[in-house]
């Protein structure tokens, strides 16, 4: 019956495939994810001195690359230039219409809620992310993965989870990092730029910088940070088909990280702040 449909229905058929085998690695995919969290106690207790190492490589780099070369250097810089252009495209619109002091508000407002989580998270994706994702990837066409289940040692948790907790850990100093460099950039090219006085800077910023969304981004940034590295501890682990097999999965996994954590950041955004927005003018 089902050969004379797909021969009668070839277009039919082959949707029907498709939708099939999608739905199958969507299955496979949060199985996965689910294991690799029930599995974070042990990368925690059983595999603490992988997860330290894969820690202090993610944060900081290795080799010649050291600390300029980690995910900290890489965030730093690129959220030094996010900073800036809030800077330059705040003072430059608001001085228009001659409110060029509120530049302050859209530093504290803006660079805590959504600039810096997401600068540090696209941050731990193109670094991190893809780095896990070129590593298990490559371990797994080299049999090395097999080999390592031969030896009867759980690969998810000493391959995988330890991976997402040493993320998740890390995030959270590159999100301290991204927030400074951003809050520091803003206030020097405001005031040292364009010349505008600190106390008038530091009077609004101050005035609108709210702790709770401190805290709310904190929250953003962490639960952004485990997806992408879910998500790219998955690809890297299930990639196939030599090394070009391997530079597709890391594609593969970056654009759906990115795609994923523009989603995630909408409905973190509309159950933390709400429909309101949380904000309260004053001055």
Request: glycine share 12%; charged share 10%.
């Amino acid at each position: 019956m089902t050969i004379v449909v797909s021969q009668r229905f070839p277009r039919l058929a082959r949707s029907a495939a498709n939708w099939s085998t999608g739905l199958n690695r969507i299955g496979y995919q949060t199985a996965f994810y689910l294991q690799t969290l029930l599995n974070s106690g042990d990368a925690l207790i059983r595999y603490r001195g992988e997860t330290l190492r894969h820690m202090a490589r993610m944060g900081l780099g290795t080799g010649a690359l050291a600390i300029i070369g980690g995910a900290i250097g890489i965030v730093g810089f690129l959220t030094l230039s996010a900073g800036s252009l809030i800077a330059i495209q705040g003072y430059n619109s608001l001085s228009g219409v001659g409110i060029e002091a509120l530049t302050g508000f859209l530093a504290a407002y803006f660079n805590g809620r959504v600039i810096v989580p997401t600068s540090a998270v696209i941050g731990l994706a193109a670094t991190i992310g893809a780095g896990t994702t070129a590593q298990l990837g490559a371990m797994r066409i080299n049999e090395e993965i097999d080999a390592l289940e031969v030896m009867g040692i759980r690969t998810i948790s000493y391959l995988a989870s330890t991976r997402v907790v040493a993320g998740v850990i890390v995030v959270i100093p590159l999100y301290c990092v991204a927030l400074v460099m951003s809050f520091a950039a803003a206030k020097f090219a405001t005031t040292t730029v364009y010349g505008q006085a600190s106390g008038v800077y530091d009077h609004y910023f101050r005035t609108f910088l709210n702790p709770v969304d401190i805290i709310y981004s904190v929250i953003q940034a962490v639960a952004m940070g485990l997806v992408v590295m879910l998500i790219h501890t998955y690809y890297g682990f299930t990639a196939a088909g030599g090394p070009a097999g391997v530079g597709e999965a890391v594609g593969r996994a970056v654009r759906a990280s990115l795609v994923t954590v523009v989603f995630v950041t909408l409905l973190l955004s509309l159950a933390m702040y709400g429909r309101t927005g949380n904000f309260e003018f004053a001055g």
